[in-house]
């Protein structure tokens, strides 16, 4: 007969517990013994039996939990960071190893194109935090694009200071550890001038090749429309090479030719990748800004009053 049979699990829990308040002298009492049979430190158990004057009973049970969830934090922090680990380790496997691949592919090595291209940050003065946020994430959007490229281009960050320099760090994005070519001062300081032809939405000039001997500039801006023309009125008034990309010629979009950052950049990289416009533009391109594609002769449609996002082309 065992008279275990005929207790409760209850019963038996209550048993383990007494068994280890005997053999531990720094247990005062049962209440300080979890229900897996682990006793709680000392100073935890007193602070929890004595609530501190002043203090609520809600207050104090709050305070309570947030020492339990301070106390479990790196812990979860660890579950977590394997947890990313295990996700990225299983979309390489996805992927067939591309995302592998891609992160050896730097703008050094030979594979890489030899194309320039510069993201011009000097108009953070008519944006809005919101608006710098958001064109944060085109840049991440950009970098990762290169990242994954068969031959990525020469990407460079131009007059990167200021506000989008701190929301970038605060945000854990240390541009200096990216494969990109970072410079604080202008494109106009870091290029010669006949080199550069300023990507503009309104430019009356056509994109039709890429030449390695110039410099293709985007510009960083964020604005809904509200400085509709800005890049390209600068361009005409320093007396800079100007064009847009040759979207009419292949597709109708069904608002202004106006793409964001990480779209201007991403089709002239799949463009390098290709050489094929069309091709380019139909990746790249979200199919809800596309009316018709393939109008070579057709005439590009009228600005639309409800075209929201901006960039340039």
Known sequence: FNPLHECSCVQIKKLITSVIVMSDPTISSCSEVNTEGNAFPLETTQAAKTKPEGVSKKQWKRQLRQKKFEESKPAWKKKQKEKRKEKRKQQRLDDGGGM????????????????????????????????????????????????????????????????????????????????????????????????IVFLAAESENILTELDPAKVYIIGGLVDHNHHKGYCYQQALDKGISHAQLPISSYVQLNSRAVLTVNHVFEILLAYVQNHDWEKAFTCVIPERKVLTKKLVNDEEPEPSSDASDSGTV
Not at 160 to 169: C, I, S, V
């Open 100 to 195: 592998s691949q891609a992160k050896r592919t730097k703008m050094d090595d030979a594979g890489a194109s030899n194309i320039r291209v510069a993201i011009e940050f000097q108009y953070e003065s008519l944006m809005h935090d919101k608006d710098i946020r958001k064109l944060i994430k085109q840049c991440q959007r950009c970098y990762s694009a290169n990242r994954r490229a068969e031959s990525p281009l020469q990407l460079y960050f131009t007059s990167f200071e200021g506000r989008m320099k701190e929301m970038m760090d605060k945000a854990n994005q240390y541009v200096e550890k990216w494969d990109v070519h970072v410079r604080k001062h202008s494109y106009l300081d870091e290029f010669d001038k006949k080199d």
